[in-house]
């Protein structure tokens, strides 16, 4: 859901949900439905903005006028957030051209808002204020992630590019050759039809082994940000005919919108806003995560250097050089962002075996609610209150056959207060078990941090929001699946299994640190001009091969615009906060087994059923981003400073067998130096 800066968890700027950029809400309940005050024309705002300013001219702002406009923008906020929820809920859940314009006009208002608070916050910056009205005054300034310029049509522009761009993936299909179709239907079953969406392609990467259909569906799912042609089959339309639409050409457009924004906040680009949220300088924070990558590249090298010997096995060299990135359609995720689903290519041979989630769930005819309230009652063990009725009433939990829905997972506050929903196209999989823990995380954060202030309903940083339901997810051993009666006790790895279940949980989480960590480099480079449009592809792939040492099935078409096909580009949410998160959870992990007096290694240790434990991690949630997020760390773990030790701890004894693995190998790719 939207939100008013600050973050969200999954969406875009002014927006309220966990997987947005944020917006805020009360710490009051909402008043009741009284129609919303009309919002001023923006002519008409700055009029009055030019008022206000003359009329404070002559005499200095105190701290009784910016205690009354926080008191004001609070209001204003919390008005704005419910409405503009609904309607990015209804849009996300179903997609069409009156949903779209619905959700265009709540970011064009939203817009407006963000832009017009920033600018009158401005007020105050000769005003000694005390630390409190400061931080408020200060979020505010720093507008939204997604900033329009205060001038006539700006935030409308900038709002229907955003909703269209949104649309566009949501509503993505494409189609295979029939040869390649013909080898999907043995994964996809004989009654599917050659229209296929996120959800099937995700399917044929994970399961698919055929390098040929792997390269069809990795280069078919990208066609959804290439300019419209007769291949694609896009129902939605924004604004008339979308034929020869062009993603790239959307993006740029937006670009320029947000730095001229983010100009007049006062920061050199939008890329220099979005480093500013960190309780720390922008430019220190560019230091700090590349800090925090050299930490855990190591373990990285060493995983790819594995990986690539394990696919070369399985293809050969023609398909898998050993000297060269991998190939991206290769790794069982679209994305290639994390790698869990070809596991089996690179098992241990002749070591003892982890555990399948995936086939346990299915031994066990888990269907995705039965998954949801699993991952509700580890919070429940921890001591949470349980999810309100209406949570399973409003969420969405499986993807419906009918209707255009944004099948991205995310979760939502819509009232700031008890109305928390998700919204997940779930797989009976181990990878959509952990994601509902991922998105219960965000439920259960934004209920933590309710009483506070609209300006501090958040995460103490974005990357803590992303982490808190992976660390629960962490918890998930073998000894928990057998608490809960998903394994059998007899069925328990033991030490021996110890590498192959590291390596299962290092394919997903080591794997992911450099696409994390390099989707908002990215970023950060098409805002301040490094990259100019048409060197958008370029540098994607320049970015991808540099840190994830993976290379593009086929050579890219000229008019590819590949970071489209990632649906936080055109889904504007910001990405650095899942690097982060990948760091902080193995953080929060240990301080929680350290809590908890358990003695064993890393990876075994559950938290499962410690109340100690969870009214601490609760202590945390609560003061939502109302402190430096070096405060909320303290708080939970001692330290002031995200750290990579904790997952180099974790991982240590694969990192040793991975090293005695890759001896004698030549590991790294031309450029992997950097
Ligand atoms: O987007 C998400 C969540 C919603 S906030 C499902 N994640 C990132 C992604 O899917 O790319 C979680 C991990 C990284
Ligand atoms: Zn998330």
Redesign the pocket.
Known sequence: MKKLHLAT??TAALMFS??ADNTTATEAPKPAPAPAAPQPSQAAQKASNDLVQAATANSRPTVQDAREFLEQAEADIEDFGLRAARAYWVQANFITEDTNAMAAAAGKEGAELATRLANEAKRFNDVSLPDDMRRKIDGLKRGSNFPAPDREGAAGELAKIMARMDAVYGTAKFKLPDAQFAKAKDILGDDADNVLEQYEAVRLMANARDPELLAATWSGWRTLSQPMNESKTQQVQLDGELKGYSMAEDYADMVKIINEGARELGYADAGALWRAGYDMDADDFATEVDRLWGQVKPLYDELHCYVRAGLNEEYGDDVVPMDQPIRADLLGNI?A?SWGNVYELVEPEGAAKGVDVTALLEAQDYDALRMVKTGEQFFSSLGFDPLPDTFYKRSLITKPADRDVQC????WNLDDQEDIRIKMCTNVTGEDFQ?VH??LG?NYYQRAYKDQPVFYKDGANDGFH?AIGDMIALSITPDYLVQIGLLDEADVPGEDADTALLLRQAMDKVA?LPF?LLVDKWRWQVFDGTLSPAEYNDGWWALREQYQGIRPPNDRPADAFDAGA???IPGN?PYMR?FLAHILQFQFHKAACDQAGFEGPLHRCSVYGNEEVGKRFENMMEMGASKPWPDALEAFTGERDMDGSAMLEYFAPLMSYLEEQNEGRTCGWSGSAD
């Open positions: 968890v999954c966990a997987c994305w962002q991205h997972a995310s979760a994601t991922h998105e965000h992303e992911f994390g990632k649906y936080h949410t899942y």
